[in-house]
């Protein structure tokens, strides 16, 4: 029996004048089975282009093994990324912030093609992020976010050092208070994996600001890329999403204007601002 979760996916699935759109779908693999339940998209902007996107398609699969978990039948699909770290000086730059809404329409524009009904979004660079929640805003259908995390720190003459160290080190280098050798062997050691740079710069900013806005699970924009709960916690996101979807619960209901006012519009008598959002946080019944 066809799950009553299908709200938009029941029309590609259902009756005999969709045997061709079903006939596609098992060219994928899919049984009848996976047919029957509810279709979440897993959009993956991982790629080669930056260490914050390189690792993303290990959390995308744990993300698809939670949602098949839950019930789910899974769907990823990519997008675009341009490194602001990268770019940065150079002509490229120019492509950073239209790489947002880029993201943000490609996401939408195969979730309402792919008649999505719930959507995990994957995000590790600057404007993956928001261009991730503005397509959630738009779509509305039940969505979890995940970010990538932060790169490791990496250690050079006995401390921790991150990408900002590298930045600075140019000037000192264009002082001639450090020689090249010095130079190179700090770049050399600053960024030693996967994720996004180490540091409140717009990737970790970002996903502070969505985890607060309670569209992550809790406590996940800390997490840094190579910590085997970044995964763990991934998985949990896919099993969520079916949670949300049962609850009818969507970024709209979670995004109200309670946790965008600022602190100068408190709306509690006490005058104390209201705190974040806490729809999602309150509905989860597992721990992460």
């Not at 029996?1 to 299908?6: A, E, N, Y």
């Not at 006939?23 to 902007?45: Q, S």
């Not at 050399?188 to 806005?213: D, H």
Request: glycine letters at 10%.
């Amino acid at each position: 029996m066809t799950s009553k979760l299908k709200h938009r996916s029941h029309e590609i699935t259902e009756g005999p004048e969709r045997a061709p759109a079903r006939a596609m779908l098992r060219a994928m693999g899919l049984k009848d089975e996976d047919l029957e339940k509810p279709f979440i998209g897993v959009a993956n902007t991982s790629s080669d282009i930056t260490p914050c996107n390189v690792h993303l398609d290990q959390i995308a699969d744990r993300v698809k093994k939670g949602v098949r978990e839950a019930g789910g039948t899974p769907f990823e699909f990519g997008t675009i990324t341009v490194s602001d770290g990268i770019s940065m000086g150079t002509e490229g730059m120019k492509a950073s912030l239209i790489s947002r809404e880029i993201i943000a329409d490609s996401i939408e524009c195969v979730s309402i093609g792919g008649r999505f009904d719930g959507l995990v979004t994957i995000a590790g660079c600057d404007k993956n992020l928001p261009g991730s929640l503005m397509a959630a805003i738009r779509l509305n259908i039940p969505t979890v976010f995940i970010y990538g995390g932060t790169i490791y720190p990496g250690k050079y003459d006995g401390r921790d050092v991150n990408i900002q160290d590298v930045f600075e080190a140019v000037g000192r280098f264009a002082q001639g208070k450090i020689t090249l050798s010095e130079l190179k062997a700090l770049e050399c050691a600053a960024c030693p994996g996967a994720g996004s740079c180490a540091g409140m710069f717009t990737a970790n900013t970002m996903a502070t600001v969505i985890e607060t806005l309670g569209m992550m699970l809790p406590g996940t924009a800390s997490i840094p890329a190579e910590d085997p709960r970044r995964l763990e916690t991934s998985e949990e996101a896919g099993r969520q999403v079916l949670f949300l979807l049962k609850k009818g619960i969507r970024p709209k209901d979670i995004l109200t204007k309670r946790p965008l006012r600022t602190p100068s519009q408190p709306t509690s008598r006490s005058g104390v601002p209201p705190t974040p959002s806490s729809i999602f946080w309150r509905s989860r019944k597992r721990p992460v």
